[in-house]
């Protein structure tokens, strides 16, 4: 338990630092050669499909789909299912466990103990849930392995996103970076003053203390950051960039296709046929 803290606290910004990273937008593949508004597109039409999906075989034949597409664009297969499938769904899972009981969702009990029971139904219910999570974060986590956050920014500028929003995205990204280095910086120059071994409560009240530390930080980077950006005459009309001309068009009619596809259990006519 030693260091738990430090350890917790530096993974956890440094994992996060890593998924937000566009690791193979220089390679050559499918989405990279997609326009950023058509990329955004897609990957709502795919977040929707998997949210009405009904039964596991239409989230994993999903699930499928996001994996070709992965491949397709020259993502490394690993890291890719690293990413998806790491921290959200074990997060999502956990917080489906009370549905899995006979009081919330009553059925066929599986497991008993004294008058609790865990029931068939409720299995189901957080197995298809967490399947959907899953398959939903995938399309967007490979948009943005393999575009550049600035293209996806420039995608929401083509869509017609209100310009504000679009700015308070752009500077949250930039500073998330900023903030997680800060952390990391926090936790080395502790590491290097520390002479002797501590106890785990203690590493736990110094994490808790290093969290008080950086929203403080975090508030008063964002109130000089403003005082600078105001000082540099924000609030006017910013130039865009020249907009990203790429083929989209077809990407997204094929997006609808697979989607109908999948709703509409088609692959069960076909394989009748």
Request: charged share 20%.
């Amino acid at each position: 338990m030693k260091g738990l803290a430090e350890r917790t606290v530096e993974e956890a910004m440094n994992y996060f630092k890593r998924s937000m990273r566009s690791e193979f937008s220089g390679k050559k593949g499918l989405l990279q050669s997609v326009d950023p508004a058509s990329c955004l597109i897609s990957s709502l039409i795919f977040l929707f499909t998997s949210i009405i999906c009904k039964n596991l075989e239409q989230i994993f034949l999903l699930f499928v789909v996001s994996v070709v597409i992965a491949v397709a664009s020259r993502i490394s297969l690993m890291k890719f299912l690293a990413r998806v499938l790491f921290f959200i769904p074990i997060f999502t899972m956990i917080v489906m466990i009370p549905s899995m009981f006979s009081w919330i969702t009553p059925g066929k009990a599986l497991f008993s103990f004294c008058s609790i029971s865990i029931t068939e139904e409720g299995i189901r219910k957080a197995l298809i849930f967490t399947a959907r999570v899953t398959v939903a974060i995938s399309f967007p986590i490979a948009a943005t392995m393999a575009v550049e956050w600035d293209d996806l920014i420039e995608g929401f500028r083509i869509l017609k996103i209100p310009d504000l929003m679009v700015r308070i995205l752009l500077i949250c990204y930039r500073y998330t970076f900023l903030m997680a280095n800060m952390a990391v910086s926090m936790l080395t120059s502790r590491r290097a003053r520390i002479l002797s071994k501590e106890s785990w409560r203690t590493s736990w009240n110094w994490g808790s203390e290093a969290v008080g530390a950086l929203l403080l930080k975090s508030m008063m980077l964002s109130e000089m950051v403003h005082m600078a950006m105001t000082a540099r005459g924000f609030g006017r009309e910013v130039e865009e960039r020249k907009r990203i001309k790429r083929r989209g068009a077809a990407f997204i009619i094929a997006s609808l296709i697979i989607s109908f596809f999948v709703v509409t259990e088609g692959w069960r006519w076909l394989f009748s046929i």
